[in-house]
């Protein structure tokens, strides 16, 4: 009842109040505060419980997705949980499709020598049917439900498949490398790859696997604050 009743406050304080909140968050003077529909939307997913991420994360992924917008090509999610990032997805792509991988069932299986604490089953809270539902609004939204990436199976023969934008936030050092493995060749040139937890030394395997990947590739990974990463195809 008082996490419900501190998220009400917050989002009434974004949506009536922005020029406090930010100064509250110590944001005073960025243009975030200029773009009301970014707002909206994060004050929508505060008062439902789904701001998972810090709001730099968050604007992170927004602004970057709105960036591309106008490139061919797809957006995609590998890690979809509950659907708190991806409705910010929905909102940024216009008229492209997105694509949603998740096992909609938890974590797979976990190194213990390569993800940190993480275990299997982890996130199970998040149904395809609840995701689906939260995102009904928006059209050209497709659930690929299974372990990746396997679950692209059904598009892997697509060879005008192309991608503009991918967010990655699946923890664990193997899902991070399968979806670089995968999404890699099939990305748009100045196409977006966007990864979580790529700075936080609970989540090893993250970085492991960005560095691995890309240590004979010509892109730079650049962290981002507070914890992300991206690569921008060359």
């Not at 200029?34 to 008062?47: G, K, W, Y």
């Not at 996130?123 to 609840?130: I, K, L, N, R, V």
Request: net charge neutral; charged share 25%.
């Amino acid at each position: 009842m008082l996490q419900r009743f501190r998220n009400d406050f917050v989002a009434w304080l974004i949506e009536r109040h922005p020029s406090l909140w930010l100064r509250l968050k110590k944001l005073t003077g960025h243009r975030l505060g200029e773009d009301r529909e970014f707002l909206t939307l994060h004050a929508r997913s505060v008062r439902e419980g789904k701001a998972l991420q810090r709001v730099q994360e968050r604007y992170n992924l927004w602004a970057l997705a709105c960036a591309v917008r106008s490139l061919p090509g797809d957006y995609a999610e590998v890690g979809v949980y509950r659907g708190g990032s991806a409705r910010f997805l929905c909102a940024a792509k216009g008229d492209a499709a997105l694509h949603l991988f998740d096992t909609f069932q938890g974590m797979p299986a976990v190194n213990p020598s390569t993800d940190g604490h993480f275990q299997e089953g982890e996130f199970a809270d998040g149904t395809m049917e609840t995701v689906r539902t939260y995102l009904a609004d928006w059209p050209k939204v497709h659930l690929h439900p299974g372990v990746f990436p396997q679950s692209a199976a059904g598009l892997s023969s697509d060879g005008n498949l192309r991608f503009k934008f991918v967010h990655l936030d699946v923890d664990l050092y193997l899902s991070t490398l399968h979806g670089l493995e995968w999404f890699y060749p099939r990305m748009e040139r100045g196409g977006v790859i966007i990864t979580h937890d790529y700075g936080l030394l609970e989540v090893p395997g993250v970085k492991q696997a960005f560095d691995e990947f890309f240590r004979d590739k010509p892109e730079i990974v650049i962290p981002l604050w507070y914890s992300q990463a991206m690569i921008v195809k060359l």
